[in-house]
T-cell receptor
């Protein structure tokens, strides 16, 4: 079992729709969760972090965390073509000092 | 505030050679992590340094090594290069808090021929 699992996609949504990205993790002791966006040929950039169960909203982005189910998700509302990228879910392992990444989900937003 | 700086941006080496990559973290960040990114394996953790000490290490052979200097700058070295070492090597820095996110540099693209 991989430590952080994501559907590799590609996920294709029309412009203006909601894109839903999902992630599960295996380390039950993990406390810190992140979503990064990586455009082709670029390095990952942080878009959201979440530490507590529930929802966290930042503009068009909402991160959701359910520690009991070991599940993290990212919703992108009003998707734009500029949101087309690979989205990486990341988890800090128990004990810290190591951030583990999922393989990423490729998102395409069609104009 | 300047971001994470990695040098060089591109490297072409021959099998059997060794290579050293450099990373300067964001000012004030003392934690530096290194990752290898390939299309097939995604982002794989190499190691993490804090105050010149390696605190965690990934599952890579001993040919991969690193170090951190007193000014938090870090280097990673790969000896006896293999074709499979061709990848994007990413350095990331973070603040001292244990739940801090990573801030990535632009990476070094290594090609081994």
């Amino acid at each position: 079992q991989k430590e952080v699992e994501q559907n590799s996609g590609p996920l294709s949504v029309p412009e203006g729709a909601i894109a839903s990205l999902n992630c599960t993790y295996s380390d039950r002791g993990s406390q810190s969760f992140f979503w990064y966006r990586q455009y082709s040929g670029k390095s990952p950039e942080l878009i959201m972090f979440i530490y507590s169960n529930g929802d966290k909203e930042d503009g068009r982005f909402t991160a959701q965390l359910n520690k009991a189910s070991q599940y993290v998700s990212l919703l992108i509302r009003d998707s734009q073509p500029s949101d087309s990228a690979t989205y990486l879910c990341a988890v800090i392992s128990t004990g810290g000092f190591k951030t583990i990444f999922g393989a990423g989900t490729r998102l395409f937003v069609k104009a | 505030k300047a971001g994470v700086t990695q040098t060089p941006r591109y490297l072409i080496k021959t099998r059997g050679q060794q290579v050293t990559l450099s990373c300067s973290p964001i000012s004030g960040h003392r934690s530096v992590s290194w990752y290898q990114q390939t299309p097939g394996q995604g982002l794989q953790f190499l190691f993490e340094y804090f105050s010149e000490t390696q605190r965690n290490k990934g599952n890579f052979p001993g040919r991969f090594s690193g170090r951190q200097f007193s000014n938090s700058r870090s280097e990673m070295n790969v000896s006896t290069l293999e074709l499979g070492d061709s990848a994007l090597y990413l350095c990331a820095s973070s603040s001292d808090r244990s739940n801090s996110p990573l801030h990535f540099g632009n990476g070094t693209r290594l090609t081994v021929t």
